[in-house]
């Protein structure tokens, strides 16, 4: 199931990355009325997301710059213009955390969890289950930034 899970996730967010590279520096960073967010606020999210929903939450240190976590977590919206440099990061962190989580998986760094309940109703009691949410969240998130996309294009 593992295998499949994690496929699933990549898949997704290779998807997500070609939504993104497929996308004008200023697509990427316009809310187009009747959104409150941006294509790459929603990328952003989900990699923060991730972060703090598997690391976190099992009292471990998130492996990303903090300033991403500050201006991507759930709650927040875009602040400012997103550069091509910060946007490249965020491509390379999309794949890459989900590669490390998987490693981190393997070597059992996740111990401890503390619940949480999302914004779905979905309780979370363990890592595992975190990762189980993560198709779901992710998809939202890229849905979210198809629709901007097509917003944009449709004006």
Not at 124 to 138: G, K, M, R, V, Y
Request: hydrophobic share 35%; glycine share 4%.
């Amino acid at each position: 199931m593992e295998n499949y899970l994690f496929a699933t996730i990549r898949q997704t967010r290779k998807n997500f990355i070609e939504l993104i590279e497929t996308s004008t520096i200023e697509e990427l960073n316009e809310v187009p009325t009747g959104f409150n967010n941006n294509m790459i606020w929603n990328f952003g999210h989900i990699i923060v997301s991730q972060q703090l929903l598997c690391y976190k939450l099992a009292g471990l240190t998130p492996t990303i710059d903090p300033q991403y976590i500050l201006s991507y977590q759930k709650g927040t919206k875009p602040e400012k213009f997103i550069e091509a440099e910060e946007i490249n990061d965020l491509k390379k962190l999309m794949l890459s955390t989900i590669d490390d989580l998987a490693k981190d998986l393997r070597n059992n760094v996740f111990v401890t969890y503390h619940a949480f309940t999302t914004s779905y109703g979905v309780e979370l009691n363990s890592t595992i289950e975190a990762i189980q949410f993560f198709p779901i969240h992710d998809s939202f998130h890229y849905g979210c930034a198809s629709s901007i996309k097509k917003a944009i294009n449709n004006k």
